[in-house]
């Protein structure tokens, strides 16, 4: 097991498990839209170093789709599209999932060299197992390919 | 299923018996030495299981000697399928398309270059975008990028990037027809165009080889190979334009299992029928992927061109290049017909016994991890009969790139590789590790298992002196 990232209250919001080859979280939330902000922080640290990022200007994100794990994969693809494509690193997620959509505020700043730290490359983000469960709080794996 | 289940067929093939209860439609073959089998994880087999069960596979399941559990299909893992009664499945491919390797060799010995390494790696560290998010130095629009995705290596010839020599050299001569810019969406194309001709980072590296040793002197001579004689190898794919095509048709086709009735034991093995509309979409965007990883591919080498002829005033030729991450029409003979079909390699490469180029099998290159030796075999008969004319892609990892950093530390790893007189360079010295030998099984292992089975034959060795890691 990896190291814990602990939230308010010591709950634990993601951690890191092994993968051969490529980098696997599990990210967890009392409720769905938690669930989705922990999962997308989860992606955010694989990618650059939160410390120095602050959360200076807002994206806003809207989405729609036919299940909770469709919507979770277009979630977590557009965040990465934000990093890659935009240039824009996000510090806090502000996440609200309604039925199977959901409005985000991404806050962050714009990726600068001499201040972040970049730490790997992601690819994308995988379907392999990925399944949302309910087990009194709600968690998900979730396979990077880096 | 445990590694104890597993049925041994003779010393290097073992096979996940045919289990019609657990859906499985065709038996799993993965090639192994009894040292590689203390490798094999729960992972892998299950995921070898899995790909047995997709509609109109043919004959076998495969795992190449390399393998390790990736995400859907195993890393290593080969499958063909009917092009009427099968499928097409994204995940069979990967997200880095058309990921691959080539080689290219000078008329330089060892001793000409060996002195001046720390220099030439230097001036090939700046000549080649590599690294994190790294973007090419050339700026092409989106209509030049559809070029690419159609042309392939073609358009880097056109646009003086190469000679027609160097296409001759690769597979498929680094373009697939198939190719189609409109099957591509628009966020592809944006993540595409600013990382055409750059290395990126990860396992992706341009090292500095000699040919170290000679098993075939004959196939190497044909080659146009010698000892020591200075190589570059480049091991790079299709950036964050195959990643966006993979991840925008994985998305699609999660629905198509409804559709078409296709039970999937995980979302990543999402597919469609091969004969469908969807299919013939994703193979031409696929294709396009493919085109762009070999014109970056033959980009980077006309810099790697530029540094060797004005440091040594020497030239570097293409000796081959191969893809290990890609989906190919081609024609098996399958009980006893040629049958053509859809034949997916992630992480294998292709082992073709006639390559029109050299008029023997084609060469096939296979990178070690950072800092040890790589090979150059030659395909075979028995790859065709054996695997649809496949074989082994690299090492196959061992640790994982958490253990690799936890267990081992930067300085330490390229000190290593110092006292073997390997230089690096590198943007991100913190990610040394993730790559560093330890996290890969013995190269040297997987190699004496295809060529003991002849997937491929071994012709020679090469060795490393210095590294650009990506």
Redesign the interface.
Same mark, same amino acid.
């Given at each position: 097991m990896?190291a814990d990232t602990l939230g308010k209250k010591n709950v634990r919001r993601y951690e %890191?498990l092994? &993968? !051969? *080859?490529?980098?696997l979280f599990r990210a967890y939330g009392n409720n769905l839209s938690e669930l989705f902000e922990n999962s997308a922080e989860a992606l955010e640290s694989v990618m650059i170093d939160l410390t120095n990022v602050a959360p200076k200007d807002i994206k806003h994100v809207d989405l729609s789709s036919?299940t909770y794990?469709?919507l979770l %994969?277009?979630w977590l *693809?557009a965040v990465l599209?934000l990093f890659?494509?935009e240039?824009f690193a996000i510090r806090r997620f502000n996440v609200n999932v309604k039925a199977t959509s959901l409005t985000a505020d991404c806050s962050g700043e714009k990726i600068n060299s001499k201040k972040h730290k970049? $730490?790997?490359?992601v $690819? *994308?983000?995988?379907? &392999?197992?990925?399944e949302i469960v309910k087990n009194g709080m709600y968690h998900v794996n979730v !396979?990077l390919?880096? | 299923m445990k590694i104890m289940d597993l049925k041994k067929v003779n010393d290097f093939i073992w096979e996940i018996e045919k289990d019609p209860l657990v859906g499985m439609r065709v038996p799993g073959r993965i090639f192994l030495s009894k040292t590689l089998l203390n490798f094999l994880e729960l992972g892998a087999i299950q995921q070898v299981t899995n790909v047995a069960k997709l509609p109109g596979i043919q004959k076998y399941s495969f795992a190449m000697p390399d393998v390790h559990t990736g995400y859907g299909f195993p890393i290593g893992g080969v499958a063909a399928f009917d092009i009427m009664e099968g499928i097409i499945s994204p995940g069979g491919v990967g997200f880095d398309i058309n990921c691959g390797t080539r080689l290219l060799a000078t008329g330089l010995k060892l001793e000409e270059v060996y002195p001046r390494i720390t220099e030439l790696i230097n001036k090939l560290y700046t000549s080649i975008p590599s690294g994190l998010g790294s973007k090419g130095s050339l700026k092409v629009s989106e209509k030049e990028l559809d070029q690419v995705f159609i042309n392939g290596a073609k358009w880097a010839l056109r646009n003086g990037y190469g000679n027609e020599s160097d296409l001759k050299h690769c597979e498929s001569n680094g373009h697939l027809e198939s190719g189609d810019p409109s099957k591509i969406s628009t966020l592809a194309k944006k993540r595409g165009m600013p990382q055409l001709g750059s290395l990126g980072s990860g396992n992706h590296f341009v090292e500095v080889q000699y040919v170290a040793e000679i098993y075939n002197k004959d196939v190497a001579h044909t080659f146009g190979l010698w000892e020591n004689q200075v190589c570059i190898m480049i091991h790079s794919g299709s950036r964050g334009a195959g990643h966006q095509i993979c991840t925008d048709y994985l998305r699609a086709f999660q629905s198509a299992a409804s559709k078409y009735n296709i039970q999937i034991p995980d979302k990543q093995l999402a597919c469609v029928p091969a004969d469908s509309t969807e299919a013939n979409d994703y193979f031409s965007a696929m294709s396009s992927a493919a085109n762009y990883a070999w014109t970056n591919r033959q980009m980077m080498s006309f810099w790697v061109r530029e540094v060797f002829e004005r440091e040594f005033n020497a030239k570097a030729n293409v000796v081959y290049d191969v893809a290990h991450n890609i989906a190919k029409l081609e024609k098996h003979k399958i009980d006893g017909e040629t049958k053509e079909v859809y034949v997916h390699r992630k992480g294998a490469t292709r082992s073709f016994d006639k390559d029109p180029s050299y008029g023997i099998g084609q060469p096939v290159l296979i990178p070690g991890s950072m800092g040890t030796s790589s090979y150059v075999l030659c395909g075979t008969k028995d790859a065709m009969e054996m695997a649809f004319g496949s074989t082994c892609h690299g090492a196959g990892r061992v640790l994982s790139r958490k253990a690799a950093k936890h267990k081992l530390g930067s300085k330490e790893v390229m000190e290593e590789l110092r006292q073997k007189n390997v230089f690096i360079k590198t943007g991100n010295i913190s990610d040394i590790p993730e790559e560093a030998p330890e996290a890969y099984k013995p190269i040297d292992e997987v190699i004496s298992v295809v060529n003991k089975l002849n997937l491929s034959e071994v012709v020679l060795k090469l060795k490393p002196i210095g590294v650009i890691k990506g």
């Open positions: 990896g %890191f092994e &993968h !051969t *080859a490529d980098v036919d794990e469709n %994969f277009d *693809a599209i890659e494509v240039s970049l $730490k790997i490359e $690819k *994308a983000v995988t379907y &392999h197992e990925l !396979t390919d880096v | -």
